[in-house]
């Protein structure tokens, strides 16, 4: 109940944030309009980190510029990116409509090694999935079963399926993870099931160029930029485990070019310094995101490996 209850409490939240009205911003609309010659009836800017621009009885007929180039000089102006407008007319004028858009893609490659083969059929414990949503966030998650085989399989893409559903739907990720571990914790009379685990997952907004990477039990991220590269780890316990979740939130901003790499504890082997996945990311990166995912496998493997092996790359550009 306290979990249902917090996602509605976030959901208000956000709807009320999504039509907050910004009377500075409007009043730099109307500055530029006016020196670009163009009469209009009034304007409405609303929204917070997505802004929707509406322009009522908009008259272009004695502007300097054309309805064209007004949408570049809307950018200059707010410090945002926008997408085409809509027009309806409205008699002799038209109510224009222009909101934000994305600032950044990001593409996602990955490469898995199952330590467990039955029946001639190989078994992967671990779980990737990797989606936007229609609030403008990209999501990356890698969950880890734990143990191998069906059983690790089985809990790693039922995780999987539960937070895409939940993020997808707009929930917020400590809430959906909390959720989660609230179902994986549960009792059965005395008895607690053996059911746990690791939850990597990233959230990265396309407009604003922030990361949150939200760590429950799993590996070290690591974040190749340009010919540096940076680790962000955390120590904290698998889902299933405890009654409350134990989350760690790392936040950095994005720059495009950045290659973010997810790995799952069959590539680290639970060590805390891997000298060869370091030195592989800064001496020997694959600029081809899925033939570096293979690389890191390949290499994992030949180290002696014998847990699920994974590696995920985020590639990061700017639209």
């Given at each position: 109940y306290d979990g249902i209850s917090k996602i509605l409490e976030e959901a208000?939240?956000?709807?009320?944030a999504?039509?907050?009205?910004?009377?500075g911003s409007a009043e730099t609309v109307e500055t530029l309009l006016k020196?670009?010659?163009?009469s209009h009836s009034g304007v409405i800017v609303y929204g917070g980190r997505r802004k929707t621009v509406v322009i009522k009885g908009l008259d272009a007929s004695r502007a300097k510029i054309g309805v064209s180039d007004l949408r570049v000089r809307l950018e200059e102006s707010l410090g945002i990116l926008l997408g085409d407008p809509v027009f309806v007319?409205?008699?002799?004028?038209?109510d224009v409509?222009?909101?934000t858009r994305r600032k950044y893609t990001a593409k996602q490659y990955s490469s898995s090694v199952a330590a467990t083969e039955i029946k001639g059929k190989s078994i992967c414990g671990d779980n990737v999935c990797g989606f936007c949503t229609h609030r403008d966030y990209y999501y990356?998650?890698?969950?880890?079963?734990?143990?191998?085989?069906?059983?690790?399989?089985?809990?790693?893409?039922?995780a999987g399926m539960f937070l895409e559903k939940m993020l997808s739907a707009g929930n917020r990720p400590e809430t959906s993870v909390r959720l989660l571990n609230?179902?994986?914790s549960e009792r059965d009379g005395s008895a607690?099931?053996?059911?746990?685990?690791?939850?990597d997952l990233l959230e990265f907004d396309l407009i604003t160029g922030q990361f949150s990477i939200f760590k429950s039990g799993a590996s070290p991220t690591y974040i190749k930029r340009g010919n540096n590269c940076f680790k962000l780890r955390s120590n904290t316990l698998p889902l299933g485990i405890l009654d409350k979740p134990d989350i760690e939130r790392i936040r950095f901003d994005a720059q495009p070019g950045d290659r973010i790499v997810m790995v799952s504890d069959g590539v680290t082997q639970n060590r805390e310094e891997l000298a060869w996945l370091q030195s592989m990311l800064i001496n020997d990166f694959d600029a081809d995101g899925q033939k570096m995912a293979k690389k890191i496998t390949d290499r994992a493997k030949a180290e002696g490996s014998e847990d699920d092996i994974t590696a995920v790359i985020i590639e990061i550009e700017e639209n």
């Open positions: 208000l939240a956000g709807g009320r999504d039509y907050i009205i910004d009377e020196k670009l010659r163009y007319p409205v008699g002799s004028r038209f409509t222009v909101s990356s998650l890698l969950s880890d079963g734990m143990g191998t085989g069906k059983e690790a399989a089985l809990t790693s893409r039922i609230s179902f994986m607690r099931h053996e059911c746990s685990v690791t939850a």
